[in-house]
């Protein structure tokens, strides 16, 4: 056996040796390699989680950690079956609740929160949850949201009824299940509120005090018909709350910042003639960038129930004026239609763009320009969030 | 099964009611209903005339997929395809393709007892009826023959109109694998 090896070991080297001596020019053989691990560089805006749900095999869900400028793949996290991603308000956590069982797809089921160390993204913990996360095709960064301190994780249920469970971060504990009354979704607020959507076209807001209970509870006033126009699930944060896009196209900005929601004036991403023929679809269909203060809008052409088609254009929004300032075409033949968008967080942003055929491209978000084109990351790109 | 189902909506139904409003509860418990005799409850409606009242009378400007001369539409019965009607509203993977048929689930797995309902028509007769799209649940997903259609579907806070919440949720093991679509009868005008 040690001769053996020792044979194979000759082998190698050997060779190497005879051609060198035999070209007197040769440069030196290469040293040899030692196997590592890579380090995360340092965090950039630029950055963004890419979440991949495996829709042929949703129990290998993942999240990629993608540098934009780099154009390349930096690392990844398991997200099991449907998944969902917070990323603490420090930066150092991302929290991933998923569903696993003990034998790949069947077996004894587990509902956890993993905390991943952003530094390492390796698991560094986890808490058990009740067998009763809510299981949601329509991600967003409300199935599974912090608080604005970092103190509470809100995470959402369904059994079919709706709840939320609150978690206590630090003491790494489920304080309690808060009922949401048929709402859904914990769209937080400071300093501890979540506030959730309702079928009546009303907004749930429940406080939680500091055990991490229900302090209180209120119910807004209606701001849309879930039958005429309703809103998408898929909602953009924003400093003061939270932006809402409907079916039709009409966009609902709501300020979570005092006791009761206050609702923006109504407008509208189409003209009259355009509305009912070109509209927002896909999966994440609005982005937005705070500091040019522009929203970015996956479009297509289609009627009444094509809310989930991929976009042929991404419309850009002046925040301020709602007036549109360009249309950027997809190459949808080479690419495939756009189906989520996420713009970086700084004042030179990048604007990611998923394709349904999960290709990845990078776009300077002021000019529209393509910086990186990934042909096809993954298998279906349905959601991404900034770091 | 039906013994079991019919536990399910009932615990479903009082857990809901000791805590939530009455039009809480009605919403909540119409998404669990598959029976037809629950039918009435349904609270089914056509997106599609829904918004018609919302939208310009005669669109001009921009065309779009509903622009232009209508044409006679060819009618699909291969229940493996997407087109075949009682597909309007479905979102997933076909169990005709998956080993199972457009209304059975394919060996090794459990129907959902819980469901979403379209409302689709029938180009053979020309009635509309409504459909329960049930998951069979079980095993990972089947990755054959993904169908998105979307006919009077609704975010997911109307869920008995919504198919992006993973039906197979109630079931022992809530791994959703194919989606069937089962006649419950014709929809009342």
Redesign the interface.
């Known amino acids: 056996m040690r001769l053996a090896r020792l044979g194979v070991a000759l082998a190698a080297i050997v060779p190497a040796a005879v051609l060198a001596a035999a070209v007197g020019s040769t440069p030196a053989p290469l040293a040899p390699e030692h196997i590592g691990i890579e380090k995360l560089p340092k965090r950039s805006p630029h950055w963004a989680y890419l979440l991949d749900v495996s829709w042929s095999n949703y129990i290998d869900e993942r999240v990629y950690v993608y540098d934009g400028d780099a154009g390349r793949l930096l690392g990844m996290m398991d997200l099991g079956y449907y998944g969902n991603f917070a990323e603490s308000p420090d930066g150092k956590t991302s929290a991933l609740a998923a569903t696993y069982w003990s034998r790949g797809g069947h077996g004894t089921r587990t509902e956890v929160v993993e905390w991943y160390d952003n530094q390492t993204l390796k698991p560094r913990g986890e808490l058990i949850l009740p067998a009763k996360r809510a299981q949601v095709g329509a991600i967003t960064p409300f199935n599974l949201a912090y608080s604005a301190d970092g103190r509470f994780l809100y995470s959402t249920n369904l059994t079919p009824a709706s709840s939320v469970s609150i978690i206590d971060v630090p003491k790494n504990t489920v304080t309690a299940e808060v009922d949401t009354d048929g709402c859904v979704q914990a769209i937080p607020s400071a300093p501890h509120r979540f506030t959730a959507i309702c079928e009546n076209g009303r907004l749930l807001t429940v406080a939680i005090d500091e055990s991490g209970h229900e302090a209180s509870r209120a119910v807004s006033d209606k701001f849309f018909d879930v039958d005429k126009d309703p809103v998408f699930l898929q909602s953009v944060p924003t400093p003061a709350g939270v932006t809402f896009i409907s079916f039709l196209g009409d966009v609902h900005a709501v300020d979570l910042t005092g006791d009761k929601p206050r609702f923006d004036p109504l407008w509208s991403v189409v003209s009259k003639t355009e509305r009912g023929h070109w509209r927002p679809g896909g999966q994440q269909m609005l982005a937005y960038n705070v500091p040019l203060n522009r929203y970015f809008v996956v479009m297509h052409q289609g009627g009444e129930g094509s809310h989930k088609e991929s976009g042929s254009e991404i419309w850009v929004f002046d925040g301020a004026s709602h007036q549109r300032v360009a249309r950027w075409p997809m190459n949808v033949a080479k690419h495939g239609g756009a189906i989520a968008l996420l713009a970086t967080r700084d004042d030179k942003p990048l604007l990611y763009v998923a394709t349904d055929k999960s290709a990845l491209q990078v776009l300077d978000a002021r000019s529209g320009r393509v910086l990186h084109t990934e042909p096809k990351l993954g298998q279906s790109l349905w959601y991404m969030q900034n770091p | 099964m039906q013994a079991r189902f019919d536990r399910l909506v009932e615990l ?1 139904s009082r ?2 009611a000791r ?3 009455r ?3 009605l ?2 418990f119409a ?2 209903i598959t029976g037809v005799a629950a039918l009435p409850l349904l609270p089914v ?1 056509r ?2 005339v ?2 018609a ?4 009378a005669k ?9 232009g001369a209508p044409t006679k539409p060819k009618i699909v019965t291969d229940p493996s395809s997407c087109e075949y009607w009682k597909y ?2 479905i ?1 997933g993977f076909l169990c005709a393709c998956c080993g199972g048929t457009s209304t059975t689930c394919p060996p090794g797995t459990e129907p959902s007892p ?1 469901t979403w309902i379209g409302t689709c028509q029938n180009p053979t007769d020309g009635r509309d009826y409504l459909v329960s799209y049930n998951d069979c649940c ?4 089947c ?1 054959a023959c ?1 169908c ?12 008995s109109l919504n198919n ?3 039906w ?3 079931n022992d ?4 694998h194919c989606s069937v679509s089962v006649i419950l009868g014709v929809a009342e005008k």
């Open positions: 479903a857990s809901v805590r939530s409003s039009r809480g509860f919403g909540t998404m669990a409606r997106g599609s829904a918004e009242a919302e939208l310009p669109p001009t400007g921009a065309a779009g997929k509903e622009a309007c509203a979102d819980i079980g095993r990972t997903t990755g993904t998105v259609r979307n006919e009077g579907e609704k975010p997911m806070y109307r869920m992006d919440v993973n197979c949720m109630a093991n809530p791994n959703y």
